[in-house]
């Protein structure tokens, strides 16, 4: 593990955590801490278990073997519906694809944010997240009806609605071109900094990298 | 945002579907209200069409027919029956009034009635103009036919052959309007009383008429001899149980209650009331099966939506709980639509009633019927979401992150 990205207090902590794949065990995550403000990669070509290990530390697939620990509660000792909970109000996710609510507007898609996470949505928070990701003016606008770019900056400020702690992004410029590409790592850098979040990103692309504090590859099992 | 917002957007992003599901579950309401309210209502509104009339006497025959032509005046007379035996059926101590009547003519779609002024007790009717008839070719109007026909004391009209409109008119013979009945709810309202002699006096050999016209006959000298039957009405309940029987024991006469015969109706109906609310419940159902099949459609093409807002956080039951939503969304529709098509179809179905059948009905959904119709489409709507609200429940978050 790159010792540089180790700060306290830690936002995620992982400890042996294996990855299984039809109950095997086929990749092995470095052991991380992040703390928050931190931006780390997670890389490795595909199917080398990036987005399983994204799926674990999100509390959504369990891992083989480890433990993952975010702030101090370890998830995975959590019954299912404390789960989702915890993931709803401390764990932002941004998908590769923005998975936005097209139904409803972006200002709804927010609020939706908060809550399925059993929360409220701040008005000053949301406010402030329209307003620094430029989209106040199309707040009222159906989801389905928003370019990839807004509907890019939609994901990022729906992922940050909740103050998380940490923030885990899957791939989120591999369809994108380089200036969306470029547009899309400073805002959520920005928007993770700014936030107090530790950012981790599941990528290989190469444009990503060199926009993280520092990145860790995902290990095959031996 | 509530569950309730994010099932109605749901709701508005598929409308066409939506609305499918509302108006065929508004059909289904629509007639399992209209078969309760017609069960409900059809009966008072023929007890209080019957007026006080408790025993018809009339020729040998069926006494439910009786009943429809000479108390409801819904079906045309079968027969006549000799005045004098007739009523001397009903001289008895158990009868408070008794009233012949005979009918052959119309005015306008309106009966006219030849019979005596004790048809006033019979229904308990008494004059809110002018008076009873004198002498034949005289006129008093029930209510309704007074303000259907736009006839006053005073004024005068010519009878048309026949109950059904477009016979010949008997414009030798004009009545005058001497009195209107004040209105009594029941069949009475409906009709054009006269005295019996005049009905007699306008279908006789017309020199014959004209000789009672001018007063050179008189009624003991042209005695009605027949009529279609007597109304009475009774003291005691108790004359119920002896007296109808005795009469149908005779060789000429048979009596009808109109009550009886009205609960014998409603027996024999009971299978086709049984059958059409048999249809409206199977609409309902069908209702409930759109739904359930639009739920399932919808849910398994927003399986990604639903597992997003589990990745978000949601507990699988609020997942399940937008379905129930949504499904109760529809059937709060349904309910809504299908009553309110009930409430403006029901004048309008009251006043036919009222028209053709001289039946005063209320056609107007009972708050006890739209709490057992709005339990019911609840029901329905849980029943529909349960398989939908479940799949969605357990939505794959996985799926999502990795598409």
């Known amino acids: 593990m790159d010792a540089s990205i180790v700060r306290s207090p830690p936002s995620l902590r992982t400890e042996g955590v294996l990855l299984e794949r039809d109950r095997r065990v086929f990749a092995r995550l470095p052991d991380l801490e992040l703390?928050?403000?931190?931006?780390?990669a997670l890389t490795g070509r595909s199917g080398t278990g990036k987005t399983t290990a994204l799926l674990a530390l999100a509390g959504i697939r369990a891992p083989g073997e480890g433990r993952i620990l975010i702030g101090e509660t370890d998830l995975w000792s959590l019954s299912a519906a404390r789960r989702d909970r915890l993931r709803g109000q401390r764990i932002g996710l941004v998908f590769q694809s923005f998975h936005l609510i097209d139904a409803v507007s972006v200002e709804d898609n927010l609020r939706l944010g908060a809550a399925c996470a059993g929360l409220k949505a701040d008005p000053a928070r949301l406010q402030t997240l329209l307003e620094t990701l430029d989209i106040a003016a199309i707040r009222h606008r159906r989801a389905d009806r928003l370019s990839q770019g807004q509907a890019q900056r939609v994901a990022v400020a729906r992922a940050l609605i909740n103050r998380p702690a940490l923030v885990l992004a899957d791939e989120p410029t591999s369809a994108l071109d380089d200036d969306n590409a470029r547009a899309l790592l400073d805002l959520l850098g920005r928007a993770v900094r700014d936030g107090g979040a530790a950012l981790l990103i599941a990528t290989h692309d190469r444009r990503a990298l060199d926009a993280v504090d520092a990145s860790v590859a995902m290990e095959v099992a031996a | 945002m509530t569950s309730l917002a994010l099932a109605w957007a749901f709701l508005r992003r598929r409308w066409g579907q939506a609305l499918l599901s509302v108006v065929v579950g508004a059909l289904g309401v629509a007639a399992v209200e209209t078969v309760a309210i017609a069960e409900r209502e059809l009966p008072k509104a023929a007890e209080r069409a019957f007026g006080g009339v408790d025993m018809v006497i009339g020729p040998k025959g069926s006494a439910l027919d009786l009943v429809l032509c000479c108390v409801l005046h819904a079906s045309d007379p079968r027969g006549l029956i000799p005045l004098k035996e007739g009523m001397d059926q009903a001289r008895n101590p158990m009868v408070a009034a008794a009233a012949p009547i005979a009918l052959g003519d119309s005015v306008r779609g309106r009966r006219i009635v030849g019979t005596t002024a004790d048809?006033?007790?019979?229904?308990?009717?008494?004059?809110?103009?002018?008076?009873?008839?004198?002498?034949?070719?005289?006129?008093?109007?029930?209510?309704?036919?007074?303000?259907?026909?736009?006839?006053?004391?005073?004024?005068?009209?010519?009878?048309?052959?026949?109950?059904?409109?477009?016979?010949?008119?008997?414009?030798?013979?004009?009545?005058?309007?001497?009195?209107?009945?004040?209105?009594?709810?029941?069949?009475?309202?409906?009709?054009?009383?006269?005295?019996?002699?005049?009905?007699?006096?306008?279908?006789?050999?017309?020199?014959?008429?004209?000789?009672?016209?001018?007063?050179r006959g008189g009624p003991t000298g042209f005695g009605p001899p027949a009529?279609?039957?007597?109304?009475?009405?009774?003291?005691?309940?108790?004359?119920?149980?002896?007296?109808?029987?005795?009469?149908?024991a005779t060789e000429r006469f048979s009596a009808a209650s109109p009550e009886l015969e009205t609960a014998r109706l409603a027996r024999a109906g009971r299978p086709v009331i049984m059958a059409v609310m048999g249809i409206g419940l199977l609409f309902a159902g069908i209702a409930a099966a759109t739904a359930a099949t639009a739920l399932a459609a919808a849910m398994s093409g927003r399986a990604r939506d639903l597992a997003l807002l589990r990745a978000l956080g949601a507990h699988p039951w609020e997942i399940a709980g937008i379905a129930a939503v949504e499904a109760c969304l529809l059937a709060a529709g349904a309910l809504a639509l299908g009553l309110a098509a009930v409430a403006a179809l029901g004048p309008w179905a009251a006043?036919?009633?009222?028209?053709?059948?001289?039946?005063?009905?209320?056609?107007?959904?009972?708050?006890?019927?739209?709490t057992l119709l709005a339990g019911g489409a609840a029901a329905a709507a849980l029943a529909?979401?349960?398989?939908?609200?479940?799949?969605?429940?357990?939505?794959?978050?996985?799926?999502?992150?990795?598409?």
């Open chain 2, 119 to 215: 048809i006033l007790a019979v229904y308990h009717a008494h004059m809110a103009q002018g008076a009873i008839w004198t002498k034949p070719l005289q006129a008093v109007l029930g209510s309704d036919a007074a303000r259907a026909l736009g006839l006053k004391p005073g004024d005068s009209f010519v009878g048309t052959h026949g109950l059904a409109p477009g016979g010949e008119e008997h414009s030798k013979f004009p009545y005058t309007v001497t009195g209107i009945l004040a209105p009594t709810g029941s069949a009475l309202d409906r009709l054009v009383l006269t005295d019996i002699e005049s009905v007699y006096l306008i279908h006789r050999d017309p020199d014959d008429a004209a000789e009672t016209k001018a007063g």
């Open chain 1, 35 to 40: 703390t928050p403000g931190r931006i780390i």
């Open chain 2, 384 to 403: 529909a979401a349960a398989a939908p609200a479940l799949r969605a429940a357990r939505a794959s978050i996985e799926t999502v992150l990795k598409a």
């Open chain 2, 351 to 370: 006043t036919m009633l009222a028209e053709r059948d001289g039946l005063l009905v209320t056609v107007a959904p009972s708050v006890q019927d739209m």
């Open chain 2, 227 to 248: 009529a279609t039957a007597i109304l009475t009405s009774f003291r005691s309940p108790v004359a119920m149980a002896s007296l109808p029987r005795i009469i149908d």
